[in-house]
């Protein structure tokens, strides 16, 4: 009879535990279910359809700053150099029209994800000075390649199905974004072809050097009087300066391809005194002549040395313009070099 008493008991005590569990879990689904996959940007937005872009983290609400004016996208973080819209491209393309997988709406477990108000990486985007995409970035999970991320002021938690990060330049945890990562770095680019003397200045030195272009002749039964004709493709390097010598013309044009095309490191602060940077008066001076005439002159200042996350170089300039540039001393090494350097028979 005891049993018998017992064994209603115990179901009875099964049956409400069972009941309060499934009113747990209907309360849970309640507070908490979202659709599996959730649309969190529905637009999608190209350079042309934004005027300004903030980035930043924690108290650095805006630690880069990029805006776009009639001349194209600036970094107004940076002094107004122009950005590099390849990199703008790739952070709206990841941004557009992302989606999400639901993790969690609890305000609590936010911080589990990276994503409190010290940790999150702020993206806006903004239209009419207005802002149409806010969201806050966190870490990564694990075997996946999407960030967690959530809405600004919305605690609902999503693993984004693409990388939001790398489009920023961070490739680890969550950290400041950089503006350097947006800069345009070509400092200088120019067409070889159109480049007819380069006149090298090193302290008292001075090394200049022209191109001896191919010269055809016309035949000798053409009687129009033509000019011969100069093939700006097919050129000797001749020294003229210090002295008169045939240069080796692979060297030489390896010191006219690294005028032509210089990609800086970094750039500084171009409201500065110019001696802060030594570029009052350049010690030395890289002048390439062009086939109409003009000049593109290159100064070189004082070498920086590497510091926190800047990069170490030499400060330059080209001359007529603001912007001052940190190249790399492999790109000073490979510009002045002595008339040993340049001669067929050096090593």
Do not use: C
């Not at 330049?169 to 072809?193: C, M, N």
């Not at 001749?238 to 990609?263: E, F």
């Amino acid at each position: 009879m005891n049993n018998t008493r017992n064994l209603v008991i115990l179901a009875v005590v099964l049956v409400v535990l069972g009941g309060i569990s499934l009113l747990q879990k209907a309360s849970h689904r309640k507070q908490t279910s979202r659709a599996a996959t959730e649309t969190l940007v529905s637009d999608t937005y190209g350079t042309e359809d934004l005027d300004r872009i903030t980035l930043g983290q924690g108290d650095q609400d805006v630690a880069v700053d990029l805006v776009r004016d009639p001349d194209g996208w600036k970094v107004a973080s940076a002094w107004g150099v122009p950005a590099a819209e390849s990199r703008i491209t790739g952070l709206l393309k990841a941004v557009s029209g992302l989606s999400g997988e639901f993790r969690s709406d609890k305000a609590e477990v936010v911080a589990d994800y990276g994503l409190d108000d010290s940790t999150a990486v702020h993206i806006r985007l903004y239209k009419d000075d207005k802002p149409v995409v806010s969201l806050e970035v966190g870490g990564r999970s694990q075997g996946q390649p999407g960030n967690f991320v959530r809405r600004t002021g919305d605690n609902a938690v999503y693993l984004s199905t693409a990388s939001l990060l790398s489009p920023l330049g961070i490739y680890g945890d969550p950290t400041v974004p950089k503006s350097r990562h947006f800069l345009e770095l070509q400092a200088v680019k120019e067409d070889r072809l159109a480049v007819d003397r380069i006149i090298l200045r090193d302290g008292k030195s001075v090394l200049e050097m022209h191109k001896e272009f191919t010269v055809t002749e016309t035949d000798s039964s053409d009687t129009t009087d033509a000019e011969p004709k100069v093939d700006r493709t097919v050129w000797e390097w001749q020294l003229d300066k210090p002295r008169r010598k045939a240069l080796a013309k692979t060297k030489a044009d390896g010191v006219l391809g690294t005028l032509i095309s210089i990609r800086a490191t970094d750039v500084a602060d171009p409201t500065a005194d110019p001696a802060t940077y030594g570029l009052d008066e350049p010690r030395r001076t890289a002048t390439l002549v062009m086939e109409d005439g003009s000049r593109v002159i290159l100064e070189f200042g004082n070498e920086r040395e590497a510091e926190g996350d800047h990069p170490a170089g030499t400060y330059m300039r080209v001359q007529g313009k603001d912007t001052v540039w940190v190249a790399t001393d492999y790109t000073v090494k490979n510009i002045f070099k002595s008339v040993d350097d340049l001669s067929p028979t050096s090593k």
